[in-house]
C-alpha cells in the first residue's frame, strides 16, 4: 500500500474532495469485498453488508482522527458488519442458499489451479468463527493486511489474535485434507458419505476428518502438501463481480442528519447531486468515476449510461473542440498518409515544469471493461489484466528498488485486436525527478544511492507516475517484474480525469505538469513493448513492436 498517497487522499476526501472521495471508495471497495464475501462465503447477504460497511465509512469519514489508520478502520468496520449480521439471523435465513459461492468464485475468477484450488474450497469447511477469522488472514498473508490490524478488527490482542490464527489454520489443514479425500476414489469413503446431502459443515467435517485419518488410502494424500500460507502469497483479490452494484446514496440520511456529523457541504453537495441517474441503486464506483449498471434483462441503455460508461460528478472541463473529420475519400481510406503503429514512443527530455500541457484531443468512449475490477493491483510477475471496450486507462507506477534494485524489465501489451495510443503522462512528475525530501533513501522515483536504483533497458521511454493510454478494442497489460522490483495500478479512466490529473501543477503542489502526447490522430504514439500476438512469455515481447 502507497501510504503517503492514501492519506492525501483520505485528508482530501475528510475535506471534502468528492474526486477523492471516489477514489478511496473505488480503492477499497474490493478489499472489503474480499473480507466479507469470504466471511460469509457469498450469501445473499454480501451485497448488503458490503454496501452498509461502505456506507458507515463514508458517513463517519469525518470522525476519523488519524488518515493512517483508515485501513484498519475500514476492515474494523467491516467485521462489525459481519458480527451484525450473524445475530441478526434467523432460522429461515440460516437455510438460504448463498447468492454466489465464493469459494467457487476465487477459483475462477482468480483461475487457481491445484493445491491453491484446494485451499480456497477447503473455506466451505470451516464454521462461521473460523471464517470470519480467515478472511482477514488470508489477506493477511496476502500482503493486504498487518497482523495489528487483524487483531484490531477482531477486537482482540495480537497474542490472542496468535493463538486463533493457529487454531484456524489447524482446521484449514483438516478440511483441505477433506477436498483432497473427496476427489480420490477411496471406496470406504464413498460409503461413509451415502447419507451426505453434500453441504459441508462442522458436524461432517469430523466424521470425515476420522475416516481421513484411519484410512491408509486417504491419509496417503498428505504427501507434499504445501502449507496455505505460502500458497496465499501473492494471490490477488478477487475482482468485483460484473452485476455488483453499489449506491452512496445518502441511504436516507437527510442533510442536516449529515450535517450534524461533521460532512462538509461541499461533500453533501457531491452526494445529493450525482451526475448520473440513480435507478434501483444501480450506481457502481468504478475507476474513481460512477458508472450506471444494467440487470441483464435489462434493455439497452443509452449512450450516456452503458454499463461500461464513466461519468464524474464534476462538470467537463474545457478543451479544445474535437478535430474535424475528413471526409471519405479513396486514398484517405487506404491510411498510405497515416497509417497506424509506425510511431512508436522514444526516449525525450521532461518539460519545463511549468510548461502546461496541450489540450488532450477529445476521442470517443463508451467505457472500459477491465478483469482486474476498478483496481487492478499487479506486483508480481505474471501477473496481468485484460482491458476491452473504447476509453482510457491509468497505469500507476510503483518502484521499489528498496527492496530489490537493478534492471527493470518493463510490462508488454500483448494480444492487441484494435488499436491502443499512449496520450498523456501524469501524477505531478516524471519517476526520475528528484524527491523533496527524498524519503525512506529516494533521491528521485527510481531510487536514491543509498538504495540503490531502477535500471531502464536502452531506449526505454521513462516512465511517469501516472501513465494514460486510449484503447478501442482490446489487449492485455502483463506484470515482467524480473530484477527490479516494481508494481502497477491499472484503473479504467475517463478522458476528464485524465485532463485533471495533467493540469494539475507547481502550483497545486505538483512537481510539474503533465505532458499531452495524443496528437488526436493514427499518428499519436503507441506504447513500447507492444504486440498483437500472444507469446508464452510476454517479457519476449520486443521494445518497437510493429502493430
Not at 489443514?173 to 447419507?195: F, H, K, M, N, Q
Not at 453441504?199 to 461432517?204: A, L, T
Not at 494424500?221 to 475482482?239: C, F, K, N, S, Y
Request: aromatic share 6%; proline share 8%.
Amino acid at each position: 500500500m502507497d501510504s503517503e498517497h492514501w492519506r492525501a487522499v483520505v485528508t482530501a476526501a475528510q475535506a471534502g474532495d468528492r474526486r477523492a472521495l471516489d477514489e478511496l471508495v473505488a480503492g477499497w471497495l474490493p478489499l472489503v469485498y474480499n473480507i466479507v464475501g469470504r466471511a460469509l462465503n457469498g450469501h445473499a447477504d454480501v451485497d448488503d453488508v458490503v454496501q452498509e460497511t461502505m456506507l458507515r465509512a463514508v458517513d463517519n469519514l469525518g470522525s476519523l482522527r488519524d488518515p493512517d489508520s483508515f485501513r484498519s478502520w475500514l476492515v474494523a468496520i467491516a467485521m462489525r458488519q459481519i458480527r451484525d449480521r450473524a445475530r441478526r439471523k434467523t432460522p429461515d435465513r440460516l437455510e438460504e442458499a448463498a447468492a454466489s459461492d465464493f469459494a467457487e468464485l476465487t477459483v475462477l475468477r482468480l483461475q487457481l489451479e491445484g493445491q491453491r484450488r484446494e485451499v480456497a474450497e477447503a473455506v466451505r469447511w470451516l464454521d462461521d468463527e473460523d471464517r470470519h477469522l480467515l478472511s482477514l488472514w488470508w489477506l493477511e498473508v496476502a500482503g493486504e493486511l498487518t497482523r495489528r490490524e487483524l487483531a484490531a478488527a477482531v477486537g482482540i490482542t495480537r497474542q490472542h489474535a496468535a493463538v486463533r490464527v493457529q487454531r484456524m489454520k489447524e482446521r484449514l489443514e483438516t478440511s483441505r485434507g477433506i477436498v483432497r479425500a473427496l476427489d480420490g476414489a477411496c471406496p470406504g469413503l464413498r460409503e461413509v458419505t451415502g447419507r451426505w446431502d453434500g453441504r459441508p459443515d462442522s458436524v461432517w467435517r469430523k466424521r470425515l476428518a476420522r475416516h481421513i485419518r484411519g484410512c491408509g488410502y486417504c491419509d496417503g494424500t498428505r504427501e507434499a502438501v504445501v502449507p496455505a500460507e505460502r500458497l496465499l502469497v501473492g494471490i490477488a483479490l478477487v475482482p468485483l463481480p460484473a452485476g455488483f452494484t453499489l449506491s452512496l446514496a445518502l441511504g436516507g440520511k437527510t442533510a442536516a442528519a449529515a450535517t450534524s456529523v461533521g460532512w462538509s457541504a461541499k461533500l453533501l453537495g457531491a452526494l445529493t447531486k450525482p451526475a448520473v441517474a440513480m435507478t434501483a441503486g444501480a450506481t457502481i464506483v468504478a475507476g474513481g468515476a460512477y458508472v450506471v449498471t444494467q440487470p441483464p434483462d435489462a434493455p439497452p441503455p443509452r449512450a450516456a449510461a452503458t454499463p461500461t460508461a464513466t461519468a464524474t460528478s464534476m462538470p467537463p472541463r474545457p478543451s479544445a473542440p474535437p478535430a474535424a473529420t475528413p471526409k471519405a475519400s479513396p486514398s484517405a481510406t487506404k491510411e498510405k498518409t497515416d497509417p497506424y503503429g509506425t510511431v512508436v514512443d522514444a526516449v525525450d527530455r521532461a518539460p519545463d515544469p511549468d510548461a502546461r500541457p496541450a489540450a488532450l484531443p477529445r476521442r470517443p468512449e463508451s467505457g472500459i471493461t477491465s478483469t482486474g475490477g476498478p483496481k487492478a493491483v499487479m506486483q508480481h510477475r505474471g501477473d496481468s489484466v485484460t482491458l476491452t471496450g473504447r476509453g482510457y486507462v491509468l497505469v500507476r507506477w510503483q518502484i521499489s528498488p528498496k527492496s530489490r534494485p537493478g534492471a527493470l524489465v518493463m510490462p508488454s501489451w500483448t494480444g492487441l485486436k484494435g488499436r491502443l495510443f499512449h496520450v498523456a503522462s501524469g501524477g505531478s512528475r516524471r519517476m526520475d525527478d528528484p524527491l523533496p525530501g527524498a524519503p525512506n533513501g529516494y533521491a528521485t522515483g527510481m531510487g536514491g544511492p543509498a538504495i540503490g536504483y531502477a535500471v531502464l533497458p536502452p531506449g526505454t521511454q521513462q516512465m511517469w507516475q501516472n501513465e494514460y493510454f486510449y484503447l478501442d478494442g482490446t489487449v492485455t497489460l502483463t506484470q515482467n517484474e524480473r530484477g527490479c522490483d516494481y508494481g502497477l495500478i491499472v484503473f479504467p479512466t475517463n478522458r476528464d480525469a485524465v485532463v485533471e490529473d495533467i493540469d494539475a501543477g507547481p502550483a497545486q503542489g505538483a512537481i510539474r505538469y503533465g505532458l499531452v502526447r495524443d496528437t488526436g490522430t493514427n499518428s499519436a504514439p503507441v506504447p513500447q513493448y507492444l504486440t498483437r500476438a500472444s507469446p508464452a512469455d510476454p517479457a519476449t515481447v520486443p521494445q518497437h513492436s510493429r502493430v
